[in-house]
């Protein structure tokens, strides 16, 4: 990047959106990823009411994660196409349609292929919102407001708290047809947005086939052999490393091709390639939590499902309310001393989780995981503002998009093994679990001195 856009960047001035345009764009990414782990509670209640097994119902959430891994990887040729704004409104028109109909579906067989379906609307949804809110029409350099950080951090606690509070309302059905009123107000917010600019020459780039099928075979046999591993079915470690080896060709064959259907830019510098697998480190060590707590308190401790998650939702809480606070400590002490002090702080708390037995109130252990919460806000939201305010505008669908792949399949591939190994384990599985949690806390501690200070302009190391 050159000097003279980063000054142009560091020149900005903050524009924020209105509350109602603020509402389409946090409507999109809440929606989505409160569904996906909301549905994981009502697996049960499907299965007894539409008289499947278990193991037919099961493919309800690994549907959604097929759908997201074939069209993920699209989301950053399809914009630049058709736009940020129009793909945005049209994934949420389709998860709203999508939605509507798994709630109305007469069976497991057609619930499983509309569970597809949304996956596949759903995946955009992210990146796109990113897009939006760090970029777009915006100008460069500009932050978006601290409540789309809390939502975003907090939509995946909220899931199985509202997953079990809806099937105890009106059951499994109103899961998915609350989507639809949330998302026609989101669509009413996003049409305020100014419309996307008509497309340059340069953005008529020809369909990457081979690209796309790299992208799209390997982000799902990655994610969907993840699912499996998370299942405990031992052998979805091959699909997993399958998935690698096609996304891996696929950096091969980016390299190659003059118009790919994702660009790499983002993972262009050994300083942005270490700020993803930081984040992707954070991730595993913040989703892992919300298998490993739920499992510890459902089975160990005995908690109802709806206290479980309550239990969860004080580190989605700080964690959207400290992303403010990390951007303020990135301002002043740089982006390297602020994640390392993010990760320092997240080994520290996660370490206090071994003086946990199941005798413990529950909510000592929801302060304990609030404190998590406060390190993980320090860590994520400055690295997401470093890395997409360092990308120029005509770069920005790319980037967000490489970043949601990097997330979501080192975050699955990262829980899918740190499930087998708690699987793996006996009488302290849950204390042997934490070990592992703080040493990779402490790898990504390790990794901070490397992140450059290019990424985020004019900002001290």
């Given at each position: 990047?050159?000097?003279?856009?980063?000054?142009?960047?560091?020149?900005?001035?903050?524009?924020?959106?209105?509350?109602?345009?603020?509402?389409?764009?946090?409507?999109?990414?809440?929606?989505?990823?409160?569904?996906?782990?909301?549905?994981?509670?009502?697996?049960?209640?499907?299965?007894?009411?539409?008289?499947?097994?278990?193991?037919?119902?099961?493919?309800?959430?690994?549907?959604?994660?097929?759908?997201?891994?074939?069209?993920?990887?699209?989301?950053?040729?399809l914009?630049?196409?058709?736009?940020?704004?129009?793909?945005?409104?049209?994934?949420?028109?389709?998860?709203?349609?999508?939605?509507?109909?798994?709630?109305?579906?007469?069976?497991?067989?057609?619930?499983?292929?509309?569970?597809?379906?949304?996956?596949?609307?759903?995946?955009?949804?992210?990146?796109?919102?990113?897009?939006?809110?760090?970029?777009?029409?915006r100008?460069?350099?500009?932050?978006?407001?601290?409540?789309?950080?809390?939502?975003?951090?907090?939509?995946?606690?909220?899931?199985?708290?509202?997953?079990?509070?809806?099937?105890?309302?009106?059951?499994?059905?109103?899961i998915?047809?609350?989507?639809?009123?949330?998302?026609?107000?989101?669509?009413?917010?996003?049409?305020?947005?100014?419309?996307?600019?008509?497309?340059?020459?340069?953005?008529?780039?020809?369909?990457?086939?081979?690209?796309?099928?790299?992208?799209?075979?390997?982000?799902?046999?990655?994610?969907?052999?993840?699912?499996?591993?998370?299942?405990?079915?031992?052998?979805?470690?091959?699909?997993?490393?399958?998935?690698?080896?096609?996304?891996?060709?696929?950096g091969?064959?980016?390299?190659?091709?003059?118009?790919?259907?994702?660009?790499?830019?983002?993972?262009?510098?050994?300083?942005?390639?270490?700020?993803?697998?930081?984040?992707?480190?954070?991730?595993?060590?913040?989703f892992a939590?919300?298998?490993?707590?739920?499992?510890?308190?459902?089975?160990?401790?005995?908690?109802?499902?709806?206290?479980?998650g309550?239990?969860?939702?004080?580190?989605?809480?700080?964690?959207?309310?400290?992303?403010?606070?990390?951007?303020?400590?990135?301002?002043?002490?740089?982006?390297?001393?602020?994640?390392?002090?993010?990760m320092?702080?997240?080994?520290?708390?996660?370490?206090?989780?071994?003086?946990?037995?199941?005798?413990?109130?529950?909510?000592?252990?929801?302060?304990?995981?609030?404190?998590?919460?406060?390190?993980?806000?320090?860590?994520?939201q400055?690295?997401?503002?470093?890395?997409?305010?360092?990308?120029?505008?005509?770069?920005?669908?790319?980037?967000?998009?490489?970043?949601?792949?990097?997330?979501?399949?080192?975050?699955?591939?990262?829980?899918?093994?740190?499930?087998?190994?708690?699987?793996?384990?006996?009488?302290?599985?849950?204390?042997?679990?934490?070990?592992?949690?703080?040493?990779?806390?402490?790898?990504?501690?390790?990794?901070?001195?490397?992140l450059?200070r290019?990424?985020?302009?004019?900002?001290?190391?």
């Amino acid at each position: 990047m050159s000097a003279d856009v980063m000054g142009e960047s560091s020149r900005t001035t903050t524009v924020r959106p209105g509350p109602l345009v603020l509402a389409g764009l946090v409507c999109g990414p809440f929606v989505s990823m409160v569904d996906s782990n909301a549905v994981n509670v009502a697996v049960s209640e499907i299965a007894t009411e539409l008289r499947a097994p278990l193991s037919t119902t099961g493919w309800i959430i690994s549907a959604y994660l097929l759908g997201i891994g074939v069209s993920l990887p699209a989301t950053a040729w399809l914009a630049r196409r058709v736009g940020n704004r129009r793909l945005y409104m049209f994934a949420l028109v389709a998860f709203a349609v999508s939605s509507a109909a798994c709630g109305l579906a007469p069976g497991v067989e057609a619930l499983i292929g509309l569970r597809a379906v949304q996956g596949v609307a759903s995946a955009p949804l992210i990146p796109l919102a990113l897009t939006l809110l760090f970029g777009g029409e915006r100008e460069r350099g500009a932050r978006p407001p601290m409540v789309a950080g809390l939502l975003f951090f907090l939509a995946p606690a909220l899931g199985p708290t509202i997953g079990g509070l809806l099937v105890a309302a009106g059951g499994w059905r109103l899961i998915f047809l609350v989507n639809v009123p949330l998302v026609a107000i989101g669509l009413l917010g996003v049409r305020r947005l100014p419309p996307d600019p008509p497309r340059a020459d340069g953005d008529r780039s020809p369909l990457d086939l081979v690209g796309l099928a790299l992208l799209g075979l390997g982000a799902t046999s990655a994610i969907y052999g993840a699912s499996l591993v998370t299942g405990h079915t031992g052998w979805g470690w091959i699909p997993a490393f399958a998935g690698l080896v096609l996304l891996a060709g696929y950096g091969v064959h980016a390299r190659r091709t003059r118009h790919p259907a994702l660009a790499l830019g983002l993972l262009s510098t050994a300083a942005s390639r270490v700020a993803v697998l930081v984040s992707v480190v954070a991730s595993v060590v913040l989703f892992a939590m919300l298998f490993l707590i739920p499992v510890f308190l459902l089975e160990s401790a005995h908690l109802s499902p709806v206290a479980t998650g309550l239990v969860l939702l004080p580190q989605g809480i700080t964690m959207g309310l400290c992303a403010g606070l990390g951007e303020k400590l990135v301002g002043t002490r740089g982006l390297r001393t602020t994640v390392a002090l993010g990760m320092l702080l997240l080994a520290a708390v996660t370490a206090l989780l071994l003086l946990v037995t199941p005798d413990t109130p529950p909510w000592l252990l929801a302060l304990l995981l609030g404190g998590r919460g406060v390190a993980l806000g320090l860590t994520l939201q400055p690295i997401i503002m470093g890395m997409m305010n360092g990308l120029a505008k005509a770069d920005m669908a790319d980037g967000t998009t490489v970043f949601n792949v990097a997330q979501r399949i080192g975050g699955s591939l990262g829980i899918a093994g740190i499930a087998a190994f708690y699987e793996a384990r006996s009488g302290n599985a849950f204390h042997d679990t934490i070990w592992l949690l703080v040493a990779l806390s402490l790898a990504g501690l390790a990794l901070t001195p490397f992140l450059g200070r290019a990424m985020i302009p004019d900002q001290p190391r």
